[in-house]
C-alpha cells in the first residue's frame, strides 16, 4: 500500500512534469512564431522605408580583439577560463530626417566573433535596428534622445546557445561644450534561446534565456583634433550564464541549468539573478576622417544570488570605419 | 555718350592697374617652424581714400564627403556665398555667430539661396545632421586678403602702393588677431615679402567616427 502511495505520487510528478513541458513547448512556439513575425516586420521597415523618404546611408565596418579573463563568469578560481576573441561586423543604416527635429535610422548588421580556445562560442549575427531620433534645437550642443529596437539573431558554433535578442534602448545626451560630451542609456535587454533538456526534474533547462536591465552613463573628453578619452559606468540586473563545475550553493540559487559542453563535457551554465556594475575607459584616435582607432578596459562585479559572486576584466582594441 | 566714355576710361585704368600695382608675398609659419594651411591675410589701406571700392563677388562653400570645402573661406564684406551640396545626402548648414547668423533648412543640391555676409568678422558653419562638420568663412572689411596654402604662402596681388596695416588669422591661432598686426610699406611694381609665425593650439573636434560614442549612430 505504502509502495502504491508512493508510485502514485510518482505518477502524479510527472504528470506535472509532462504538462510543464508541454507548456514550455507551447510558449517556445508561441515565442518563435513572434520572433518570426518581428523579423518580418523588421524586413519590412528595412525595405519600405528608405523608398519612402531620401535619406543618408551611413555604411560601417568595425573590428576588435578583446581578452575576457573569466569568459565563463565563474566565481571559483578552479572554474576561471580566460579566453581571446577576434570579431568584425558591417553595418548598413539609412538615416532618415524627418523634418527639424527628427530623424529615424534603420538598418541592419551582420557580424561574427572567434575564440582563440572555446570555439565552441564562435558566432555570427545578423541584426536590424530602428531608432528614432529627437534633438532640441540647432547645432552640436542640442540636447537629444533616442529610443531604439533592436532584433538579432545569433548563432553558435555549438548550436544549444543560439538564440534571438530583442533589445529597447532609451538614450541621451547632451556635448557640454567643444570637449566635453555626455550621455546616458537604459536598455531592456531579452535573449529567448532554445530550452535545452531538463537534467534536474523541476529546474528548467533553459539556461540561456536572459532578462537584464541596463543603465550606462558615459562621459567623452575631446584631448585634441584627433583624440579623445571615454569614460563608462554600468550597472545591469537581470539574468547572467555562469558556467562552473557545479556546488550546492549555485544550484540551489539558479533558476535554470544546461549541459554547456562548449567549454568541456563535464560542465553546467546555471542562469541566476544577479546585479553587475561595470566601469570603463578607453582612448580614441582617428588615423584619418573616416576612421577610428580605439583601446579601453573594463572592469566588472557581478553579485548573484546565493552569494555566486564574480569579477571580470575586458581589455580590447578597436577599429571603426564609416565610409 | 559720356557714360560710354567713362566705362572706358574705368576698363582702361582697371587694365593698366597691375602695371603700376605692387605685391605682397606672405609665408605664414607655425611655433614649430611649419607652413600653416588656411590662414587669412588681410591688408587694409593706411589711407582708406585710396583703396578702390571693390564690387563684392558671389562666392561658394561647397558641402563634399561631409565636410565644408575649403575649411577656411575669406570674402569682402557684402558678399553673396552659396552653399552647394555636392554629396549625395542632405545638409542643413547653420551659423550662430555674431557676424551672420542664419540656417538653410535640409537641402541637397543647389536648392540653398545665396547668404549675404554683410558684417565683418568670422563666421563659424556647421551642419545640424552632421556634427562634425565645421567650416569658416572670414569677412573682410578690406578687399585685399588672400588664403594661404598647405606651403604657407600666400599672395596678395594688384595692391596699390602705398602704406598697410597687415594682420593674419587662423582658426586655431591662440591670440587673436590684432597681434599680429604690422605696417608694411608697397611700393609701385615691386614685391614685398614678409612673414608671420603663429601661435597655434589644437581645436577639439567633434570626431566623425567613434567606436565608443556615436549619437549618430545606433
Known sequence: MQWDAHARKAHARKARARKARARK????????????????????????LPQAARGDWLLGADASLRHD??????????????????????????????GESYSLTVGGDLGGESFHRFTGLDNAS?????????????????????????????????????????????A?????????????????????????????PGLSGDAYSQNSHNLGAHLQYAW???????????????????????????????????????????????????????????????????????????????????????????PQITWDYRF | MNKLLAAAGFAFLWAAAPACAAELHVFVKDQRGRPVADAVVLATAMDPKGAPRAKPPIDAVDQVDKQFVPYVKPVFVGSKVRFP????????????????????PLYGGTDAPPVIFDKPGVVVLGCNIHDWMVGYIYVSETPFFAKTAASGTAAILDLPPGDYTVRVWHPSMQRGEETTSRRLTVSDGAATNAEWQLDLKPIPRIPRVSGAASPNYP
Not at chain 1, 27 to 47: I, S
Open chain 2, 85 to 104: 551640396n555636392s554629396d549625395h545626402i542632405r545638409h542643413q548648414v547653420y551659423s550662430f555667430s555674431p557676424a551672420k547668423k542664419f540656417e538653410l
Open chain 1, 172 to 200: 541621451s545626451g547632451r556635448r557640454i561644450d567643444d570637449r566635453w560630451n555626455l550621455w546616458a542609456d537604459y536598455a531592456y535587454e531579452r535573449r529567448a534561446a532554445h530550452a535545452g533538456a531538463q537534467e534536474v
Open chain 1, 224 to 314: 585634441n583634433e584627433r583624440a579623445s578619452v571615454v569614460l563608462g559606468l554600468l550597472a545591469r540586473h537581470g539574468d547572467v550564464v555562469s558556467t562552473t563545475a557545479g556546488s550546492a550553493r549555485i544550484f540551489y540559487a539558479s533558476r535554470a541549468l544546461a549541459e554547456d559542453p562548449a567549454f568541456g563535457p563535464e560542465d553546467y551554465a546555471y542562469r541566476i539573478r544577479a546585479t553587475t556594475y561595470g566601469v570603463s575607459i578607453g582612448l580614441e584616435f582617428s588615423p584619418t576622417a573616416h576612421s577610428a582607432l580605439g583601446c579601453a578596459f573594463a572592469r566588472f562585479e557581478t553579485h548573484a544570488d546565493g552569494g555566486n559572486n564574480y569579477t571580470k576584466s575586458i
Open chain 1, 25 to 48: 513547448a507551447r510558449a517556445r512556439e508561441v515565442l518563435a512564431r513572434h520572433a518570426n513575425h518581428v523579423a518580418r516586420a523588421f524586413l519590412f521597415l528595412l525595405a519600405a
Open chain 1, 69 to 98: 579573463d573569466n569568459v565563463g563568469n565563474a566565481q571559483y578560481r578552479a572554474d576561471i577560463v580566460e579566453d581571446s576573441v577576434i570579431g568584425a561586423r558591417l553595418s548598413v543604416y539609412q538615416a532618415l530626417p524627418l
Open chain 1, 126 to 170: 545578423l541584426g536590424a535596428t530602428i531608432a528614432l531620433r529627437k534633438k532640441w534645437g540647432l547645432g552640436a550642443f542640442a540636447p537629444w534622445a533616442r529610443a531604439s529596437l533592436s532584433l538579432a539573431r545569433l548563432d553558435y558554433d555549438y548550436s544549444y546557445r543560439n538564440a534571438w535578442n530583442y533589445r529597447a534602448t532609451l
